[in-house]
């Protein structure tokens, strides 16, 4: 199907699942119980989902096949995301111009940036490329206030020409991003007995936009491209002696993730039109790190799982704060409760950077393999266990 | 006039002279010994036949091109493979995707971006890895993880990845070093075969002497850096000269 | 002529951070052969042993006082720590006065307890494995490391002053024959930079005639070697990272009066001492204090409104412009070594 593997045909129709019926997987609580507050199935938060989603979709591409580790890919969205409200200002607040400006303008910093970086590889390869992004984010935080907003960040206003669109609605509002009409806002809500559950154009659009970077990223991985990376990853001394030369390839690998970064930029502009220079801070280039490494890097679905699992984590976390940990430790005698209120109050709330710090730690210290490695270790030890039991059921009879 | 011609070669290190005035003729489709004690300059001549090493004097004419300033992947293109002293595979690739790379280096040049059609769909590459894998009867191994096979297989696939190019020039840098006998044999057999079945001239690096006289049609000898003699695998064997050079070298003549 | 004293001295301080810094990164990656990317925040915890010590210094009880009163005609209540109650009024005040340079002896048996824990604990694990997994595992530490201290110390620069003795500036220029008020530098700055310098010549003077500093400097030129002499270089290279660790912390400690800590600080030094290293050549010691000197000298030049004038934003990005024609002109760095990470 699609011209996929079977194996690979499910894998797509299974995150296509989890990104259509996301509304209903990630709400299973009812509205105004108390777990209502682990219930993720709210439009922001999904369109995070998909979008970063994307985001380490690419990344991988270049991290996972050819084991160039970047730590500037920030920067790569904060020009998509620059790029997409302008084109609000300019031209419409239509997203797919804006999202077409998106990628093409990254993928032109990625050109010049990846061109220049990858004359180095290892750690080098890592400082160059930490050091273009903080560049670009020390630059789009000064000098270049005009055309990124500075510290404010780039905003609409009402006196944008948009010159197929309208500078105003009738009512004097700065107009939303849409599809043809369509506003990327816009949700419907159904409510199933005391289940709530939220339908938002934005979502949709993002995951549709996210299922075909993951089928893009399927044959990339499938393809002579995709092997000639991981034979850049595995020796690139042979590699060079069997004829083959590796900087087109791994430019070509660096511009694709790039170019999926400026497209998540892009998305997220379309989801909440303004951009800001924080985006492009090496934190943020190390976030994308840690979604890839949590997943499973050089694995298909790793960083889809590891964007979710992340951006679930910050936002179910910071919301628990002291007076909810109070709340669960409360059975407790006095001085016992106020001791877990202590300890478990620094994983989460404002700390909840500290918990997934702690399990990237861990993740690389135990679990190199991330997510998909634990799955597979799980299979495994099942797997095991049945072929124990079909032996020893195989072994009776013959007593 | 040979298919490699090396002429005036010289590599300087810092004060050190790793080769001084090298020439060297190779003749096609022949095999063509280059022997000589450690530190006689042997992995340098090959490093700058195949671009790893500029020589500071001097050319190297490949099938009637210089090979000079070229880098590895451009000489390859050229028509020469090289086998490593330790095979030079990619571990962490499957056995058949390990003879693909080659096939799509030899089709389709340094460089192309063919990102979207799927490796399965390529039936005519895959033919030709499968049939060089039975050649060097490795086909029952095709699925398995190269890092994890033994040693000599591992030379095997390398040899067959040289080969699935289909060279003009096949370079062998000490192909049975480590080896035990047995396999030693069996190189030896496989590169016999090879030489019979096609077109293939074939430089060889060698300390095991029973290996270079079992297929050598030429062999030099190098020392300090130049080549003491060039004959035939005959008259070398009671060459003085040689017989000097290799003193207290370990031999097996 | 003095406009370019000027810059260099504002550049001095800055280049001591760096050079510290970088100093350790180097030992770390020299000795060990570990990128370590949780240095920035060694420094970062140093920093704030200096605010944890003042901020225990000026514990307080409240004292009512019967002479004074409050504009309500009330009595005074008058806060009075308890450094105070031990040691006297003056002298208390003076201990409280000092706090930073007291927190060196606070910092140094802290710092080599938090470097040989995280040696022990997390990075003896690593020396096997690839340098992505070494930087992937030192950033989650960073991250780790410095939400605690946010969670503990909140999120704002916490000021901590330097010694009343301390306070002001220099006439530099009167000094040196320039006209008056032309050359202004503060005395604590001048503190930092002869501090940085006493550490630095402290460790290779370590590093060259102590019988330890010769194995180290023997393992980072060749550790197999070394190894095979039957040598226990681990425990030496704990010990080394320990030293590393209470390096960084001490240049952390003296900068609280020049910036006010704040959790992210150690980021914020940790990228650009990496670019240093990376300048200076990856495994020199001495390059990385010479890079990191010049780059805080650059980067003060950068900051002149001169230069901004012609190219805009030139301070804020000179030192990665630097070490990016630095990599692609001259890939070992300035003094760096051959054979060293260039896989």
Same mark, same amino acid.
């Given at each position: 199907m699609?011209?996929l593997?079977?194996?690979?045909?499910?894998?797509?129709?299974?995150?296509?699942?989890?990104?259509?019926?996301?509304p209903f997987?990630?709400?299973p609580f009812p509205?105004?119980?108390a777990? +209502?507050? &682990?219930?993720?199935?709210y439009? $922001?938060?999904m369109?995070?989902?998909?979008?970063?989603g994307i985001f380490? @979709?690419?990344?991988?591409?270049?991290?996972g096949?050819?084991?160039y580790?970047s730590?500037g890919h920030?920067?790569?969205?904060?020009?998509g995301?620059?790029a997409a409200?302008?084109? &609000?200002?300019?031209?419409s607040?239509n997203?797919?111009?804006?999202i077409?400006? +998106?990628?093409?303008?990254s993928?032109?910093?990625?050109?010049v940036i990846g061109y220049?970086?990858?004359?180095?590889?290892g750690?080098?390869?890592?400082i160059?490329?930490?050091a &273009?992004a903080?560049m670009?984010?020390a630059?789009a935080?000064s000098v270049?206030?005009p055309i990124t907003?500075g510290e404010t960040?780039?905003?609409?206003a009402?006196?944008? %020409?948009?010159?197929?669109g309208?500078?105003?609605?009738?009512?004097?509002?700065?107009?939303v %991003?849409?599809?043809f009409?369509l506003?990327m806002?816009?949700? &419907?809500?159904?409510?199933?007995? %005391?289940?709530?559950?939220?339908f938002?154009?934005?979502y949709?659009?993002?995951a549709?936009? !996210?299922l075909?970077s993951f089928?893009?990223?399927?044959r990339?991985f499938?393809?002579?491209f995709? !092997?000639?990376?991981r034979?850049?990853?595995?020796?690139?001394?042979?590699?060079?002696y069997t004829?083959l030369?590796?900087r087109p390839y791994?430019?070509?690998?660096?511009?694709i993730?790039?170019?999926? +970064?400026g497209?998540?930029g892009?998305?997220?502009?379309?989801m909440?039109p303004?951009?800001?220079a924080?985006r492009?801070?090496?934190t943020?280039?190390?976030?994308?790190?840690?979604?890839?490494?949590?997943?499973g890097v050089?694995?298909l679905?790793?960083?889809?799982?590891?964007?979710?699992?992340?951006?679930?984590?910050?936002? @179910?976390l910071s919301k628990?704060?002291?007076?909810?940990?109070e709340?669960?430790?409360?059975?407790?005698p $006095?001085?016992?409760s106020?001791?877990?209120?202590?300890?478990t109050?620094?994983f989460?709330?404002?700390?909840w950077?500290?918990?997934t710090?702690?399990?990237?730690?861990?993740?690389?210290i135990?679990?190199p393999?991330?997510?998909?490695?634990l799955?597979?270790r799980?299979?495994g !030890?099942f797997r095991?266990k $049945? $072929?124990d039991?079909?032996?020893?059921?195989?072994?009776? %009879?013959?007593? | 006039?040979?298919?490699?011609?090396?002429?005036?070669?010289g590599k300087?290190?810092g004060g050190?002279q790793a080769?001084?005035?090298?020439?060297l003729?190779?003749?096609e489709?022949t095999?063509?010994a280059?022997i000589?004690?450690?530190g006689?300059?042997?992995?340098?001549?090959?490093n700058?036949?195949?671009?790893?090493?500029i020589?500071?004097?001097?050319?190297v004419?490949f099938?009637g091109s210089s090979?000079?300033?070229?880098?590895?992947h451009?000489?390859?293109?050229?028509?020469?493979s090289?086998?490593f002293?330790?095979?030079?595979?990619?571990g962490d690739?499957?056995?058949?995707?390990?003879m693909m790379?080659p096939?799509?280096?030899?089709?389709?040049?340094a460089?192309?971006?063919?990102?979207?059609?799927?490796?399965?769909?390529?039936?005519?590459?895959?033919e030709?890895?499968?049939?060089m894998?039975?050649e060097?009867n490795m086909?029952d191994?095709?699925?398995m993880?190269?890092?994890s096979?033994?040693?000599?297989d591992k030379?095997?696939?390398?040899?067959?990845m040289c080969l699935?190019?289909?060279?003009?020039?096949?370079?062998?840098?000490?192909p049975?070093?480590?080896m035990?006998r047995a396999?030693?044999?069996n190189t030896i057999d496989?590169?016999?075969?090879?030489?019979e079945?096609?077109?293939?001239?074939i430089?060889?690096?060698?300390?095991d002497?029973?290996?270079?006289?079992?297929?050598?049609d030429?062999?030099t000898?190098?020392?300090?850096?130049?080549?003491?003699v060039?004959?035939?695998?005959?008259?070398?064997?009671g060459?003085?000269k040689?017989?000097e050079?290799?003193?207290?070298?370990?031999?097996?003549v | 002529?003095?406009?370019?004293i000027?810059?260099i001295?504002?550049?001095l301080?800055?280049?001591s951070?760096?050079?510290?810094?970088?100093?350790?990164?180097?030992?770390?990656?020299?000795?060990?052969g570990v990128?370590?990317?949780?240095?920035g925040?060694l420094?970062?915890?140093?920093?704030f042993?200096?605010?944890?010590?003042?901020?225990?210094?000026?514990l307080?009880?409240v004292?009512?006082?019967e002479?004074?009163?409050?504009?309500?005609?009330?009595?005074l209540?008058v806060q009075?720590?308890?450094?105070?109650d031990i040691?006297?009024?003056?002298?208390?005040?003076a201990?409280?006065?000092?706090?930073?340079p007291l927190a060196?002896f606070?910092a140094?048996p802290?710092?080599?307890?938090?470097? #040989?824990?995280?040696e022990?604990g997390?990075?003896?694990h690593?020396?096997?494995?690839?340098?992505?997994?070494?930087?992937?595992?030192?950033?989650?530490?960073a /991250?780790?490391?410095?939400?605690?201290?946010? =969670?503990? =110390?909140?999120?704002?620069?916490?000021?901590?002053?330097?010694?009343?003795?301390?306070?002001?500036s220099?006439?530099?220029?009167a000094?040196?024959?320039f006209?008056?008020n032309?050359?202004? *530098?503060?005395?604590?700055?001048?503190?930092?930079?002869?501090?940085?310098s006493?550490i630095?010549g402290?460790v290779?003077?370590f590093?060259q005639?102590t019988?330890?500093?010769?194995?180290?400097?023997?393992?980072?030129?060749?550790?197999e070697t070394?190894?095979?002499?039957g040598?226990n270089?681990d425990k030496r290279?704990?010990?080394m990272?320990?030293?590393?660790?209470?390096?960084?912390g001490?240049?952390? #400690?003296? *900068?609280?009066?020049?910036n006010?800590p704040?959790?992210?600080?150690?980021?914020?030094?940790?990228?650009?001492?990496?670019?240093?290293?990376?300048?200076g050549?990856?495994g020199?010691?001495p390059?990385a204090v010479?890079a990191g000197?010049l780059?805080?000298?650059?980067?003060?030049?950068a900051?002149?409104r001169?230069?901004?004038?012609i190219i805009?934003?030139i301070?804020? #990005?000179i030192? =990665?412009?630097?070490a990016v024609? /630095?990599?692609?002109t001259r890939?070992?760095?300035?003094?760096?070594?051959?054979?060293v990470?260039?896989?």
């Amino acid at each position: 199907m699609f011209g996929l593997e079977k194996k690979d045909a499910n894998l797509l129709l299974f995150v296509a699942a989890l990104a259509i019926f996301a509304p209903f997987i990630l709400n299973p609580f009812p509205e105004g119980s108390a777990m +209502a507050q &682990f219930n993720a199935g709210y439009p $922001d938060l999904m369109q995070r989902f998909a979008i970063f989603g994307i985001f380490a @979709i690419g990344f991988n591409i270049l991290f996972g096949l050819t084991g160039y580790l970047s730590f500037g890919h920030a920067a790569f969205l904060g020009v998509g995301s620059y790029a997409a409200v302008w084109m &609000f200002k300019l031209l419409s607040m239509n997203v797919i111009p804006a999202i077409i400006l +998106a990628v093409i303008i990254s993928g032109l910093f990625a050109l010049v940036i990846g061109y220049v970086s990858l004359r180095r590889s290892g750690i080098y390869f890592s400082i160059l490329t930490l050091a &273009f992004a903080q560049m670009c984010f020390a630059l789009a935080y000064s000098v270049l206030t005009p055309i990124t907003g500075g510290e404010t960040g780039l905003q609409l206003a009402l006196d944008d %020409p948009r010159i197929l669109g309208v500078s105003q609605t009738p009512e004097g509002n700065i107009p939303v %991003p849409g599809l043809f009409g369509l506003e990327m806002r816009e949700s &419907f809500e159904m409510a199933v007995g %005391p289940w709530v559950f939220t339908f938002n154009i934005g979502y949709y659009f993002c995951a549709i936009i !996210m299922l075909l970077s993951f089928y893009l990223a399927i044959r990339i991985f499938r393809s002579p491209f995709g !092997m000639m990376l991981r034979a850049i990853k595995s020796n690139q001394q042979r590699l060079n002696y069997t004829g083959l030369n590796p900087r087109p390839y791994t430019l070509a690998a660096f511009v694709i993730s790039g170019m999926y +970064a400026g497209l998540a930029g892009g998305l997220m502009a379309s989801m909440d039109p303004l951009a800001g220079a924080e985006r492009m801070q090496w934190t943020a280039s190390g976030e994308v790190v840690l979604m890839t490494i949590l997943g499973g890097v050089g694995t298909l679905i790793g960083p889809v799982l590891g964007a979710g699992l992340l951006k679930y984590m910050e936002n @179910i976390l910071s919301k628990i704060n002291k007076g909810v940990l109070e709340g669960w430790f409360s059975f407790m005698p $006095d001085g016992m409760s106020d001791t877990f209120v202590f300890l478990t109050n620094l994983f989460v709330g404002k700390q909840w950077h500290i918990t997934t710090g702690v399990i990237f730690m861990l993740v690389i210290i135990f679990l190199p393999g991330g997510l998909v490695e634990l799955g597979k270790r799980i299979s495994g !030890m099942f797997r095991k266990k $049945d $072929d124990d039991n079909t032996k020893s059921a195989k072994a009776e %009879p013959a007593e | 006039m040979g298919i490699l011609e090396v002429k005036d070669v010289g590599k300087r290190f810092g004060g050190l002279q790793a080769l001084g005035d090298v020439n060297l003729s190779v003749k096609e489709q022949t095999c063509h010994a280059i022997i000589g004690p450690n530190g006689a300059g042997k992995s340098t001549l090959l490093n700058c036949l195949v671009g790893k090493l500029i020589p500071d004097t001097g050319s190297v004419m490949f099938d009637g091109s210089s090979v000079l300033g070229r880098s590895p992947h451009e000489i390859n293109q050229m028509g020469i493979s090289r086998v490593f002293q330790t095979p030079e595979i990619f571990g962490d690739l499957t056995v058949m995707e390990n003879m693909m790379i080659p096939l799509f280096a030899k089709r389709d040049g340094a460089y192309r971006l063919h990102a979207i059609e799927s490796v399965d769909s390529e039936k005519s590459l895959i033919e030709q890895a499968h049939q060089m894998l039975e050649e060097v009867n490795m086909i029952d191994k095709r699925d398995m993880h190269a890092a994890s096979m033994s040693r000599g297989d591992k030379r095997r696939l390398e040899m067959a990845m040289c080969l699935v190019q289909n060279p003009k020039l096949l370079l062998l840098d000490e192909p049975t070093a480590g080896m035990a006998r047995a396999d030693t044999n069996n190189t030896i057999d496989l590169l016999k075969e090879i030489k019979e079945k096609r077109d293939i001239t074939i430089a060889i690096i060698e300390h095991d002497m029973h290996v270079v006289f079992s297929l050598a049609d030429r062999i030099t000898v190098l020392a300090q850096g130049t080549p003491l003699v060039e004959d035939t695998p005959e008259n070398i064997k009671g060459h003085p000269k040689v017989q000097e050079a290799y003193l207290g070298e370990t031999q097996q003549v | 002529m003095d406009a370019i004293i000027l810059q260099i001295l504002n550049g001095l301080d800055k280049g001591s951070a760096y050079a510290l810094i970088a100093l350790g990164l180097t030992l770390i990656f020299g000795t060990l052969g570990v990128v370590n990317f949780a240095h920035g925040a060694l420094f970062m915890i140093g920093a704030f042993c200096a605010v944890t010590l003042n901020k225990l210094l000026t514990l307080s009880h409240v004292v009512i006082d019967e002479t004074k009163t409050d504009f309500l005609g009330n009595p005074l209540k008058v806060q009075v720590p308890y450094v105070n109650d031990i040691f006297g009024e003056a002298a208390g005040a003076a201990i409280i006065d000092w706090s930073v340079p007291l927190a060196i002896f606070f910092a140094i048996p802290v710092m080599i307890a938090i470097g #040989v824990i995280m040696e022990r604990g997390l990075i003896k694990h690593f020396y096997k494995r690839p340098h992505a997994d070494q930087i992937l595992v030192t950033f989650g530490l960073a /991250i780790v490391l410095q939400e605690i201290i946010k =969670y503990f =110390y909140g999120a704002n620069p916490i000021p901590t002053p330097a010694p009343d003795a301390f306070k002001g500036s220099f006439d530099f220029g009167a000094a040196i024959g320039f006209d008056a008020n032309t050359i202004i *530098y503060p005395y604590w700055r001048l503190v930092y930079f002869g501090f940085a310098s006493l550490i630095i010549g402290a460790v290779f003077a370590f590093l060259q005639f102590t019988t330890f500093g010769m194995v180290v400097r023997a393992g980072m030129a060749d550790r197999e070697t070394v190894g095979l002499l039957g040598i226990n270089i681990d425990k030496r290279f704990t010990i080394m990272f320990g030293l590393a660790a209470a390096v960084a912390g001490l240049a952390g #400690v003296m *900068y609280t009066p020049i910036n006010s800590p704040n959790y992210h600080m150690g980021m914020d030094f940790l990228v650009l001492s990496f670019v240093v290293v990376v300048v200076g050549g990856m495994g020199s010691l001495p390059g990385a204090v010479l890079a990191g000197f010049l780059l805080g000298i650059l980067e003060s030049f950068a900051s002149m409104r001169e230069v901004i004038d012609i190219i805009p934003g030139i301070n804020q #990005v000179i030192i =990665y412009l630097v070490a990016v024609i /630095i990599l692609l002109t001259r890939p070992r760095g300035l003094m760096g070594r051959k054979g060293v990470m260039e896989d």
